[in-house]
């Protein structure tokens, strides 16, 4: 068993196992019976197999309707085909394979998230999961073996194989000028061998140990103080998981790692670990833990904290039943109405496309302008985020009232206050914000749950509404994982402030503190976005352009690395309750904080800690607070590192869908009894329905395939005893009925063995069927709204059962109907056909899928999507097929230009 099967499938299920939760079988793919295992289970994962005869286990799956997890911690197509293992994958078409099984599993475990990027294409539901740390056998095993004592030498070790010699040599020359210049160090290195260090008198070269305890005793009995993860970056390096920090935290011993993929989600430089790119980087990295005695254990004991709460056993095990129980039950179906501003990006899109991913909540979004009352028919609960007005009032009271639905109100900004001030500056009685305090009021009155931001928002609402919490946004750290800043040589100090820069301007204490600090610190870089008048006073002060997204905006502000950032806030009622916004992109972006103090961050900044809380506005004030953070380097990097994992704590997107899966599972119970049962009872009649269709049509099946089976044995009995047929054209005649039968229904019935499938697994399935007797398309081009132009032919795409999607350029146009001409070689089976509509920035605007059932009967499949405009930049069309049972293909059109979809808008 290789160690990831070990870390991933068999330690943890067997402690669910033990605890009594789960029943369960590690079989290997080829092993016999397995076809009655998966017949007789309520879920089956699968991890890395990846061969023929994977593929059929996971179409059994299919057929069986037994939920399917597939596993996967390696990029296999990125694999270097020089290498043997490389090879192996290619020469066996391992990955077309894999992408495959993915299409087939009803949900995709990812331990990487540049693994989990790529196979979003494939599946809705790739979900990111850690693997355990060994906490238990490496701590036995350092009970063990540990030395009490290494003789006044500090040992620097790494561990790999042999395929990571190109990772090692990268940082050779800083680990030999360490050694030369440092006494008492020595460099360990476990299985893998380097020529370079061959006879290095500091250098141990020791052989490796097979399975887990061997090689973590192995480890133990060395008591190193320093670890090495170096990783180069390559596609298969950047998808690998981040095993290096799990093992070394677990261990107890502090470790320099890679800015590579494996460990960002993991490493916080100069929190948990130090993290090096270039030579001299490593070099200074390695010197530092070296010389530093303290500072080897402070890391060590916040990375053991670290993988303790984050990839300890039971932590890990409730992620996983958490899949298994999505698995075996129906998603919540939640409708929400949220304005298209920020805010719903953050806290709406993000947890719920997480929540989907898990398979524990089917979602739809609205504005409250496009919401119908049949969106709530069939829904189990209702969101509405801000909205307060006429409209949204009457629509929580039909859903609650009409259609039971529970509903949630969730609120990010203090309208009590925001309001009040409108109506006291317009001076009259009757002014506007009267009415909209008084509609706010009955809309928290009326829903079952208020979702607050702020606790001072929770205490506002609880004067109409006691049910309710806090649940602060989320910072998705996925968004800035992937962009590198340019690292700029002798980069200047720099000092910024992320938002609109005419709010500081509004603020003249801070602006003459500013304007001092440009003066008395020459080259020092003040920096804002936008531009206002009274910042023009500031010496050399940078401006730089808004970004109407918050996404391009937080990576450009990841990319200016500044050393601090300001947030300067008047204490007005209003903004009392508003969210910690700046602190958590600031943190998360690794930049140190000085914040006014007052209730919006206050609650979440620890002074000194996490960031410098300034007490007022004046000159003085924050003059005094910006000269303590310049003057002290090391201090503001250890400020920036600790911000940053408190955020990854506490506001990070896991903790937004964790409070959003107990918010909606807390609320599940508010609606109304009477209107909950009977919309329940509905589904379940409905459910009972289909299955008695399906046992009926079943039994039917099972029946027409004895029958058959009677007349073919028939039918040989015949032709062995006639002479007017011979007997092998009779045995082939009656095997071929049994064979034909068996591709009509043998895939489709419960308890046939996966053999009856006559799958064939060679490399003709693997490439485009050419379309052979397919109905003739020159009449598609004749259908109305479908212009080709002279000189150019139609043609078929390649078969879409064979690639994972195909994608063009969109036409210019705008609507909310997309229309394409299609052909499915036998028309009506199973399977989808979709789309998606990928903007000019690279994000997917659109989703859509039909059963290929509905496409019509002049071969044209009918899209709707939300309306869009694609005449502003280049959007893209990607076409593609899920669980097709027959070739499908798509029309395209060939002439001078590339290849394009025959397609139309409207």
Not at 829 to 838: M, R, T
Request: some cysteine.
């Amino acid at each position: 068993m290789i160690p990831s099967i070990e870390l991933a499938i068999s330690k943890p299920f067997s402690h669910l196992a033990s605890a009594g939760r789960i029943e369960f079988n590690l079989k290997m793919v080829g092993d016999a019976g397995i076809a009655d295992d998966i017949a007789t289970s309520d879920v089956v994962v699968m991890m890395r197999a990846c061969m023929p005869n994977a593929l059929r286990l996971a179409e059994l799956c299919v057929a069986y309707a037994v939920p399917l997890i597939y596993a996967i911690d390696d990029d296999f197509e990125s694999l270097d085909p020089n290498t043997p293992l490389g090879k192996y994958y290619l020469e066996n078409r391992c990955w077309p394979r894999l992408l495959k099984i993915c299409e087939l599993a009803h949900m995709v475990w990812a331990f990487s998230s540049p693994l989990k990027k790529k196979l979003d294409i494939v599946s809705r539901h790739v979900v990111l999961v850690p693997a355990i740390a060994s906490l238990d056998m490496i701590d036995l095993a350092k009970k063990e073996f540990w030395p009490s004592d290494v003789a006044g030498e500090i040992r620097i070790g790494y561990a790999a194989s042999k395929y990571h010699i190109k990772d090692l040599d990268s940082i050779s020359g800083a680990l030999e000028e360490v050694l030369d210049s440092h006494e008492n160090i020595y460099l360990e290195l476990i299985s893998i061998k380097s020529e370079r260090f061959q006879g290095h008198p500091k250098v141990r070269q020791l052989e490796g140990r097979a399975g887990l305890q061997e090689y973590y005793r192995l480890v133990a009995s060395r008591g190193w103080q320093i670890g090495l993860a170096p990783l180069l970056r390559d596609p298969a390096n950047d998808a690998k998981t981040d095993n290096k920090y799990r093992e070394f935290s677990a261990f107890g011993i502090p470790a320099v790692y890679a800015d590579a993929p494996p460990y960002w989600g993991s490493v916080i430089d100069s929190y948990n670990g130090l993290v090096a790119s270039t030579p001299d980087e490593w070099k200074v990295a390695l010197s530092r833990l070296v010389e530093r005695e303290d500072l080897r254990a402070l890391l060590a004991a916040r990375a053991r904290a670290d993988v303790e709460k984050r990839y300890g056993m039971d932590v890990i095990c409730e992620l996983y039943m958490d899949s298994f129980s999505a698995l075996t039950r129906d998603p919540v179906k939640v409708v929400v109405v949220a304005p298209e501003i920020p805010s719903t990006r953050i806290d709406i899109d993000g947890p719920f496309k997480v929540l989907s991913e898990k398979r524990l909540v089917e979602w739809k979004k609205f504005d409250s302008a496009k919401i119908d009352e049949k969106h709530l028919a069939d829904a189990d609960a209702l969101v509405i985020v801000r909205f307060h007005d006429d409209a949204a009032v009457a629509l929580a009271r039909t859903a609650k009232f009409k259609y039971g639905l529970p509903i949630v109100y969730t609120w990010d900004d203090d309208f009590f206050a925001l309001h009040e001030e409108r109506r006291a500056r317009a001076n009259s009685k009757g002014a506007p914000g009267a009415e909209s305090v008084d509609r706010l009021k009955a809309m928290l009155e009326t829903v079952d749950y208020v979702k607050s931001s702020t606790v001072q928002l929770r205490d506002k609402a609880r004067k109409y509404n006691e049910r309710g919490g806090v649940a602060p946004y989320g910072f998705d750290f996925s968004q800035i994982e992937r962009y590198e800043g340019s690292r700029e040589e002798n980069k200047p100090l720099s000092v910024g402030f992320f938002g609109d820069a005419r709010r500081v301007g509004e603020l003249p204490g801070v602006v003459s503190a500013l304007k001092e600090i440009a003066e008395d610190f020459p080259g020092t870089r003040i920096e804002f976005f936008g531009k206002s008048p009274f910042l023009n006073q500031i010496p050399g002060a940078v401006f730089h352009e808004q970004f109407e997204s918050s996404d391009e905006a937080i990576r450009y502000l990841k990319g200016l690395g500044w050393d601090i950032g300001i947030a300067p806030l008047s204490g007005t009622d209003f903004n009392n309750a508003k969210l910690p916004t700046k602190y958590r992109d600031y943190s998360a972006c690794g930049i140190a904080g000085l914040y006014s103090d007052v209730p919006a961050y206050s609650g979440v900044v620890e002074g000194g800690i996490t960031g410098l809380l300034v007490g007022d506005d004046s000159h003085e004030a924050w003059s005094k607070a910006l000269r303590k953070l310049i003057g002290a380097p090391e201090e503001r990097r250890l400020m920036a590192a600790q911000a940053h994992a408190h955020v990854k704590q506490t506001l990070s997107l896991d903790c937004a869908v964790k409070a959003w899966g107990d918010v909606i599972d807390a609320t599940l119970g508010m609606g109304q009894g009477e209107a909950i049962n009977r919309r329940k009872s509905d589904r379940t009649r409905r459910a009972h329905e289909k299955i008695s269709v399906l046992v009926e049509r079943n039994k039917q099946l099972q029946a027409q395939l004895e029958g058959m089976r009677r007349a073919a044995s028939r039918l040989l009995d015949e032709t062995r005893s006639s002479r007017a047929v011979p007997k092998s054209l009779g045995e082939y005649r009656a095997l071929d009925l049994i064979a034909h039968l068996r591709e009509r229904v043998g895939f489709r019935l419960r308890g046939v063995p996966y053999e009856l499938r006559g799958y064939k697994d060679n490399e003709q399935d693997m490439q485009s069927d050419p379309g052979a007797s397919l109905p003739e398309i020159s009449a598609i081009g004749e259908v109305s709204g479908f212009q080709v132009a002279e000189g150019e032919r139609l043609a078929l795409t390649t078969n879409l059962q064979n690639v994972s999607f195909i994608e063009y350029d969109l036409v210019e146009g705008d609507g909310n109907t997309i229309e394409i001409p299609v052909i499915s070689k036998i028309p009506g089976l199973e399977g989808v056909i979709g789309i998606e509509l990928v903007t000019p920035h690279g994000t997917i605007a659109c989703n859509t899928i039909i059963p290929i059932q509905d496409i019509s009967s002049n071969n044209l499949a009918s899209y709707p999507v939300e309306s869009f405009s694609s005449r502003n930049g280049r959007w893209r069309i990607r076409l593609f097929a899920r669980s097709a049972k027959s070739p499908l293909y798509a029309v395209e059109v060939e002439g001078m230009q590339r290849k394009r979809l025959l397609h139309r808008i409207y």
